[in-house]
Structures are given as C-alpha cells and as structure tokens.
C-alpha cells in the first residue's frame, strides 16, 4: 500500500497538478519513498522559505519541481543536462508553434 498522502487541495496551473502526479506516479513506481520526497521537499522549502513566505502557488510548485529534479539526479534517473536539454526543447516547440496548435517537440 502506497503511503502517500494527497496533500495538495488545489492547482493554480496545469503544470501544479501535472508535477504533481509525476511525483507521485514516481512514488507509487518505488523510484523513492514518500518519507524521502518530504523530507527532501522541506528542505528545499525551508531553504527558499529564508528569504519570504511560498504563496503556495507557482512559488510552491516551482520548489516542488526543483526538488523532484534533485531526487532523480541523485537517483540517476533524469541528469541535470538532460533535464536542461529537454526543457530548452519544449521552450523552443512551444515558442515556435503558431498560437491554438498542439506543441510536439521535434524528433531527435
């Protein structure tokens, strides 16, 4: 039985609820455990949380991705090149895709 609890009540944006369900698909695959997952995501909340308060919204979730990168860093599952890599990919299809046309990235 998984131990992950729901915590997250509300999305403000899609991309809230989609890193979301990765983090928790990712638990529920066994690549970490969800006692791993706070504890890292505290920390990285704590360290963000130094210099203002977290709105609980894009912040938040900014946060949150920055430390799912980190687990799968450390748990050579997504490398921090590769990761860059494929943000940059997206950004470059989503901001030459004409406006109301699905984004796909390019092959390769």
């Given at each position: 039985m998984s131990?992950?609890?729901h915590p997250v009540t509300r999305f403000d944006?899609?991309?809230h609820a989609q890193v979301f369900?990765?983090?928790v698909a990712l638990n529920e695959a066994g690549h970490f455990s969800w006692s791993d997952w706070t504890e890292a995501f505290g920390a990285t909340l704590a360290r963000h949380g130094l210099s203002r308060d977290l709105d609980g919204g894009a912040d938040y979730f900014a946060a949150w991705l920055e430390?799912?990168?980190a687990?799968?860093?450390a748990r050579g599952l997504a490398a921090p090149d590769q990761v860059e890599a494929t943000r940059?990919?997206?950004e470059d299809a989503y901001?030459?895709?004409?406006h109301g046309k699905p984004v796909?990235?390019?092959a390769g």
């Open positions: 131990e992950t609890p944006e899609p991309w369900s990765l983090t430390t799912l990168e687990l799968l860093a940059a990919a997206w901001l030459s895709t004409p796909k990235l390019k």
